[in-house]
């Protein structure tokens, strides 16, 4: 079964393939989003195409897939709509599904799903490189709050920490935040003495 | 009382302006609703998102949403339409090359006129082996069915003798840039984008083929609107209030400033107030021309979902889609538009509300009184540019007469 894949994020698409290919699925064709979407779909051939929802070319390709069958072309694809809670579960996750007509649904299910646990790993690897990238950033914000206060108040390291957790804690507030309020009043005054 | 909330899906054009000045000038929290939006760049994901729960309600292509109905492409979900957001305020732009070639002026074009121009142009590009090529925002778009109706009307057969894209809105200018298309039929600002950036030259307003034409819609899922019945009717309230505030010249300016915010159309606002003031400007660095009615929001009861506004767009699916007319068809697809929850919604606030739910379409020269139930409606000249009238009893016999 051929499925071809289209995606902005070409990591995403390289996520999916690997899973697709883990599960014996290595008929794929990986569109590339800079080039012309509608005439590699068309080259291709798929009998399975996956999409991200939120791709620009959507309205394009739904639209040549209508194009085939009123021409009866060999490429009249449909949404997927084989499972209503499947498909649910793909558009929550962020892929939209196209089947050739007359796919069976035992064949596109299993497809489906990998995409969808694809779609949602990669939205996790995501937030958490996210969430690293923060927490890196608010590290780097603690280490200058708690610079500010040893120069300014004469004290050490583990004094101005101390500092910054008691504030945190009596305002219930992150140790971050106190810390970013420092940082920026620090910029903003400073220099006022 | 908690605020009803609705999720509300729409794509960056100024005819999603009355849901997001609701909510940003407090006529949704006048009426205990609380409006969230949900931006997104093709009307495929509008629509997949409307269908899924994503959202609660899309401003929407109306076509699609009676396609959507009729179970075209995919298996039906019924959906209503309890109110239009507007009449009109799309264009065709060509690309300056084509502008030039079939002599276009620094004023708006004349329908007739600029038609046999084009048919002169289509036929030897044609003969070329590079048929012109046009963008249209989504083949179930009122953009698609007004090109085609003046084309085909000027002799020109789309499919036949030019081509008809899909180019969706944010990309329809980038797409005349770069010589993909001849010309875009699309929503503003997008024409007025094309103009500014000297790739494009307004040749007509969509109003020019037909006076009066339906364009986006609310839609709403049947099933959330039977559930939801009151908080809908009072999300409708706010889009009227909306709407009534929208028209005011005074309001232009600011209505324009917010919605070029990037959550919004992230847009030139002056781009933006061309269009609400009915101000083109139809070639690079040109003075805007006026042309009252350009977008069409408010007077004349323009918010009313008519039945045969639906009736007509089903017509028009039918002649470009190659399916047979179905009577039971035509009846689904005139049933997606909801008069009836238009006028309980309201029902009391002096707005004219039309006896009638269904008209003749494109019958009218001049203002006339129409019939209403509350409120005083007048119903201005309506016509389209070849002067046919749409009965929506007799869609057979439209089509047979149609070129």
């Known amino acids: 079964m051929r499925i071809a894949i289209i995606d902005t994020s070409t990591t995403r698409a390289a996520i999916i393939s690997d899973g697709l290919r883990e599960a014996g699925l290595d008929d794929l064709i990986l569109i590339d989003p800079e080039g012309p979407i509608v005439a590699q779909v068309e080259a291709a051939r798929p009998e399975v195409v996956l999409i991200n929802l939120e791709n620009p070319s959507r309205d394009l390709l739904e639209d040549f897939f209508a194009m085939s069958r009123a021409l009866a072309r060999p490429i009249a694809m449909f949404v997927d709509q084989s499972d209503a809670e499947a498909t649910g579960a793909a558009i929550d996750a962020g892929v939209s599904a196209y089947v050739v007509d007359g796919l069976s649904k035992q064949r596109i299910k299993p497809v489906v799903d990998l995409a969808v646990r694809r779609f949602q790993a990669f939205s996790r690897l995501q937030r958490e490189l996210d969430e690293a990238k923060n927490a890196l950033a608010e590290r780097g914000t603690i280490d200058r709050a708690k610079a500010i206060l040893m120069k300014r108040r004469g004290i050490d390291e583990p004094a101005a920490y101390a500092l910054l957790r008691g504030q945190a804690m009596r305002t219930n507030r992150r140790i971050a935040e106190i810390a970013e309020a420092i940082v920026t009043s620090d910029a903003l005054l400073g220099d006022m003495e | ?403």
């Open chain 2, 1 to 403: 009382m908690s605020a009803e909330r609705f999720r509300i899906g729409f794509l960056p054009l100024v005819d999603a302006a009355l849901p997001i000045l609701a909510h940003e000038l407090g006529f949704a929290a006048r009426e205990g609703v609380e409006i969230e939006f949900i931006r997104d760049m093709t009307w495929a994901t509008v629509r997949d998102r409307l269908l899924y729960g994503h959202t609660d309600a899309a401003h929407m292509i109306a076509p699609l949403a009676i396609a959507t109905a009729l179970g075209r492409d995919r298996p039906a979900v019924p959906l209503a339409v309890p109110f239009v957001l507007g009449l009109n305020g799309n264009a065709v732009t060509f690309s300056t090359a084509l502008a030039a070639e079939v002599g276009l002026g620094d004023g708006l074009g004349d329908p007739e006129a600029l038609g046999a121009a084009l048919r002169e142009a289509a036929a030897a590009r044609k003969a070329a082996g590079r048929p012109l090529r046009f963008g249209v925002v989504h083949r179930y778009s009122s953009h698609n069915y007004m090109l085609r109706y003046w084309l085909a009307g000027v002799g020109i057969r789309p499919d036949d003798d030019v081509e008809i894209a899909v180019t969706s809105p944010p990309f329809a200018a980038d797409a005349l840039a770069a010589g993909e298309v001849d010309g875009i039929c699309v929503g503003e600002p997008w024409n007025a984008i094309a103009v500014d950036r000297g790739v494009g030259h307004i040749a007509l307003a969509t109003a020019q083929i037909w006076r009066r034409g339906v364009e986006k819609v609310l839609a709403v899922r049947s099933d959330v609107i039977e559930a939801r019945r009151d908080a809908v009717e009072a999300l409708l309230r706010a889009l009227h209030a909306a709407a009534a505030h929208f028209v005011e010249p005074a309001s232009a300016a600011e209505s324009a400033a917010i919605l070029a915010r990037p959550a919004y159309l992230d847009a030139p606002p002056d781009a933006i107030e061309r269009a609400i003031t009915d101000r083109i400007r139809v070639v690079p660095g040109g003075a805007p021309v006026a042309y009252p009615d350009f977008m069409f929001q408010y007077r004349e009861a323009a918010n009313f979902p008519w039945r045969s506004q639906a009736a007509w767009l089903y017509s028009q699916m039918v002649r470009w889609d190659n399916v047979a007319f179905s009577p039971a068809d035509a009846a689904t697809a005139a049933e997606v538009f909801r008069p009836d929850i238009y006028r309980t919604a309201l029902a009391g606030s002096g707005a004219p509300l039309p006896g009638a739910s269904s008209k003749l379409e494109g019958g009218l020269d001049a203002p006339i009184g129409a019939g209403s139930t509350q409120g005083r409606l007048l119903l201005g000249a309506d016509r389209f540019f070849d002067r046919r009238a749409f009965d929506p009893e007799d869609i057979a016999g439209y089509l047979a007469g149609l070129p």
